[in-house]
């Protein structure tokens, strides 16, 4: 047998350079490619970069079926900035806000381009009447839609099966939720952030399909945001402090969701052990500073949170309770208000992951800037049918 | 190897019929597409978007100039002339049906450094359109104008 | 004729901290002022359900659950498939499940597939089924059981339509219920 090479040992380090997202929010008014424009320039600037400097472009953008497009990627290119240059779209579900920074990665990593400009880009809003028309198409035709689902269900039957394994209350949980939407109030990108939200807001909202509530739910959204990756010495001469993508990691679970354990995601786990290995992370819960897990539901932030080795199964509910995750705590989760708190177009969801996560470890993050002085970050998202999951460790040498 | 066995019965294999359920969807003219459509509706007029630097005029106008990225703040009225850069004279229509007469379809510039702009051209016999051939919109009466592209009828040679 | 910038540099100190967006969410009424497009989808699909599930709906006629057992891991797949995904080699055999299993995880749900609300919870879940590996089975209501009662765990059997009103479809069964009842 041929021995494997070390493939996971990149050519040239990769350092994120500048930052840039949209309002989250229903945005009728913008067309998804001035979304995508705003978002790429504002990053541009960030970085003292023009579109000269750029290399090549990543988009990232979920379902044509949303926009009502075909080849979204195509048509969102010259607001991408990708317009005479090599590009390519990327689309993982959920997974793509994190997942295009990787392909950005090693776009960089592997010496083909210098600097790169991942943009990812969602409007939710041109679907009528409501983006569930297009959700229902993930569901199996034959076995599942004569069911005739709904979205949550998938979830409300993940939480079910999460807390009955571990034993985690449902008032630990929404807290998860509490914690995030003030957390958005901080964010001027915010659609949901809320300072005065109570737990008893959470655990007396409208039941949708129990365990599941209103408050559970992340909102669905229109936006996009933006990131400029570049090599090492491009980086320096930028910035005194960039930012570099130390480890990536990626993996899918079988598509027969049916079949899974849904207790543990262990394809989060898998693409975390591929992240922390390339960072040289043994102890994640002694290296890693502050988090940025895939939080469009409460109960996902927990189930991630255990996933990537930050807590044991079941105990990043005891950790929530306990105000560990708060901003000021000892593992800050999801200081930007996540997903919950700032919004949820899907893709774009890059903002408040990888970016907010840029933000945090150069310290620029303004009133959201944790306490602690966090050096190394890991920010997850995770998508397709609750099967996919990418996982991306950032530091500040 | 049951995989490639052939199906015994030709109704074996089952399939369902459906729709996507989306009922609808909008799509929005966008923050340059909106004033295009508000100066087409309410004054007749063209407008484009210059980039300075690249010397370049988007017809529709764009928000960015997507050469440098630089943000368009300067809209300008292009006027309702222009030439043909390109056409195509069209039998037959979506389902394939034959048209008659024929329609023609026209690339328009209105200058120089202007990208150009698709529309249906009108009293313009097949035979007599040509590259380079001058054009003028025809616009609907300002009642009847709705802020659409077919707020323009035609183009039509002068 | 200009209009406001909708970019800021960040290196600007007259900025706060990034990001520093400009859109908002218009009102309803300035919503109402866009220039848009109405276009309705006409998209019509056949899906086809394959050989395995083909099988898997015509045992459903029967009043059976089929699996296909892979040698390979010894796996029983429900749903069936023609090829195992973990050994990446065609399955072997036709095996029927006695069709009995527990809940592997429910929700009750107060909201439709168009998210209307429902008055009457839909209880809904998965069914790890016997004679299949663990975890392993497919979704369906729950029937004949309160939601009070209803639990992870729960022994349950499926509930058949007259044999004359079975097509070959999932909803040939019409809800799993606590075994015994």
């Keep these: ?183 958005a109030v901080g964010h001027p990108c915010a659609q949901l952030a809320d300072p005065d939200i109570t737990l008893e807001d959470v655990l007396n909202s409208e039941p949708l399909a129990l365990p599941v509530r209103r408050l559970d739910i992340s909102p669905p959204s229109d936006g996009a945001a933006a990131v400029v990756l570049t090599r090492e010495e491009i980086a320096y001469e930028l910035t005194d402090a960039p930012v570099f993508i130390e480890g990536v990691g990626w993996c899918i679970d079988t598509t027969m969701w049916t079949n899974r354990d849904l207790a543990f995601p262990k394809f989060v786990a898998r693409a975390a052990k591929m992240a922390y290995d390339m960072a040289g992370i043994k102890d994640p819960r002694k290296e890693i500073d502050i988090a940025e897990p895939y939080d469009p539901f409460d109960y996902k932030e927990l189930q991630h949170l255990e996933a990537l080795g930050l807590a044991e199964p079941g105990e990043a509910a005891i950790l929530t309770r306990e105000g560990k995750t708060q901003r000021d705590g000892e593992l800050p989760v999801c200081p930007s208000g996540g997903l919950l708190g700032v919004g949820n177009p899907i893709a774009a969801t890059l903002g408040i992951k990888i970016g907010e996560l840029y933000w945090q470890l150069s310290r620029q993050a303004g009133p959201r800037q944790v306490k602690k002085d966090a050096r190394t970050g890991v920010a997850q998202a995770w998508g397709d049918l609750m099967q996919f999951s990418s996982v991306v460790v950032m530091r500040r040498r | 190897m049951a995989f490639f066995e052939p199906m015994q019965k030709a109704t074996e294999p089952r399939h369902w019929l459906g729709d996507m359920e989306a009922d609808h969807y909008f799509y929005g003219a966008g923050v340059m597409g909106q004033r295009f459509f508000e100066a087409l509706r309410d004054e007749g007029k063209l407008l484009g978007s210059r980039c300075e630097r690249c010397d370049w005029t988007y017809v529709p106008p764009r928000l960015y100039c997507e050469r440098c990225f630089a943000e368009l703040k300067e809209l300008r009225d292009v006027g309702l002339r222009g030439r043909v850069k390109a056409f195509t004279v069209v039998y037959v229509n979506k389902q394939g049906e034959p048209l008659d007469p024929p329609e023609v379809f026209a690339l328009i510039e209105f200058g120089p450094n202007i990208t150009p702009f698709l529309h249906k051209l009108g009293d313009a016999p097949p035979e007599r359109v040509h590259v380079g051939m001058v054009v003028e919109a025809v616009l609907k009466p300002p009642a009847e104008r709705e802020g659409k592209i077919t707020d323009i009828r035609y183009f039509r040679p002068i | 004729m200009a209009h406001e910038p909708r970019t800021q540099t960040h290196n600007d100190e007259r900025f706060g901290p990034p990001p520093n967006p400009q859109g908002r969410r218009l009102s309803a009424q300035e919503e109402a002022q866009l220039p848009h497009i109405i276009a309705k989808p006409r998209a019509r699909y056949a899906w086809a359900a394959g050989i395995a599930i083909s099988a898997f709906l015509e045992g459903l006629k029967r009043g059976k659950i089929l699996g296909r057992k892979c040698v390979g891991c010894g796996r029983v797949l429900v749903p069936p498939r023609m090829f195992c995904e973990r050994c990446f080699r065609p399955t072997d055999e036709w095996v029927e499940l006695p069709g009995t299993g527990v809940v592997e995880t429910f929700s009750v749900s107060y909201i439709d597939t168009d998210a209307n609300r429902v008055e009457e919870p839909i209880l809904v879940g998965t069914i790890a089924l016997d004679g299949a590996p663990p975890h392993c089975g497919f979704m369906h209501y729950f029937g004949e059981v309160s939601p009070e009662e209803l639990h992870i765990g729960m022994p349950v059997e499926p509930v058949w339509k007259p044999e004359g009103e079975r097509v070959g479809s999932i909803l040939d069964i019409r809800y799993f219920r606590p075994r015994g009842r």
């Design chain 1, 1 to 183: 047998m041929i021995p494997k090479s070390d493939l996971r040992k990149p050519r040239r380090d990769v350092a994120v350079v500048g930052a840039g997202m949209t309002v989250f929010a229903r945005r009728l008014q913008e067309t998804g490619k001035e979304m995508a424009w705003e978002a790429a320039k504002q990053a541009l600037d960030q970085a003292g970069l023009t579109l000269d400097d750029v290399d090549a472009v990543i988009v990232g953008t979920a379902p044509d079926a949303f926009d009502g497009v075909h080849k979204k990627g195509e048509w969102l290119l010259d607001g991408a900035g990708g317009s005479g240059k090599p590009f390519m779209r990327v689309f993982t579900g959920g997974g793509t806000a994190v997942m295009t920074p990787i392909v950005g990665w090693w776009h960089v990593a592997s010496g083909l381009f210098d600097t790169v400009l991942v943009v990812n880009e969602e409007k939710m809003s041109s679907v009528r009447p409501h983006a569930q028309s297009a959700f229902a198409h993930i569901w199996d035709p034959i076995l599942d839609r004569p069911l005739k689902p709904n979205l949550v269900w998938i979830f409300a039957m993940e939480m079910q099966r999460y807390m009955w394994t571990y034993n985690v209350r449902y008032e630990d949980i929404a807290l998860v939720a509490v914690k995030n939407k003030r957390n």
